[in-house]
């Protein structure tokens, strides 16, 4: 019984050593600012003891004025150190040692197995035999047809008929509760190339289907983040009839190419750089991000961006082969986020 007393007691000591050292230094804080409000002078960092913890303060406001000083001290002293490196960098000169590259979990990527080299020929003979060899061989040209699900709301048809205006020779059709099923072979009939059909939930629009005519495949998105022309600040005046360039940036393994040519082939071949329209499909950590800009040149060395939308971010779901069939077709691949997403560093696209 003795030793737990001992115990019991050597705790409260130490507990009421450190309060009576937190009081100290919130009256200290305190007095502090009584003379910077005198004097008109700026309050000075607290120095916090090594073992002193801002959460035992009991009072709030007192606990918020001392975390407020604790994070101006941090901030002084990381400028410090900023400077200082500075200085020596100016004294080595073109001695000074390169600039460390920041971590990222783009650069710590997970590396896969799957990436792309231009160079390998089971790559090169992939693209001469697979679905879209006949658009890049220029054998044909895209025709598009932009549909709705059944009943769509005013913001999915603004984003349609937005989007005809971005994709040359884009038709939209208004789908009165026909079925994909019938909808895609009056399509092959009628030598439409590739299928977009936006889905929509509660009004806005959170998907899109694009199948490549006639014989697939067939890529499911989840769409987000979705601004039309008149909800984007700054924006230009409505683009020309001119055909844009298109931009694919990230799709490094097998699967993000095949995304990629999927997303080309909804263009024509020849962009007409006279237009000075740019359509971008940008992939970062799997999300496809689709801006339209047109770029303005300033003077002989400036060139500025002036973006003209609509805007909205694409993640893949699913990749099927063949044309839309939700019940019997073969899927290439699917979005398993239990089985797939065990790493923040892991990229499928």
Known sequence: MAKSGDKSSSTEKKSLKRKAAAEELQDAAFAGDGATESEGQPPKAAAFPPGFSISEIKNKQRRHLMFMRWKQQQRKEKLAAKKKLKKEREALGDKAPPKPVPKTIDNQRVYDETTVDPNDEEVAYDEATDEFASYFNKQTSPKILITTSDRPHGRTVRLCEQLSTVIPNSHVYYRRGLALKKIIPQC????????????????????????????????????????????????????????????????TTRLGHSIGRMFASVFPHNPQFIGRQVATFHNQRDYIFFRFHRYIFRSEKKVGIQELGPRFTLKLRSLQKGTFDSKYGEYEWVHKPREMDTSRRKFHL
């Open 188 to 251: 092959i009939t009628r030598d439409f190339t590739d299928l977009i059909v936006i889905n929509e939930d509660r009004k806005t629009p959170n998907g899109l289907i694009l199948s490549h005519l006639p014989n697939g495949p067939t890529a499911h998105f989840k769409m987000s983040s979705v601004r039309l022309r008149k909800e984007i600040k700054r924006r230009g005046k409505d683009p020309t009839e001119h055909i844009p360039e298109i931009i694919l940036n990230n799709f």
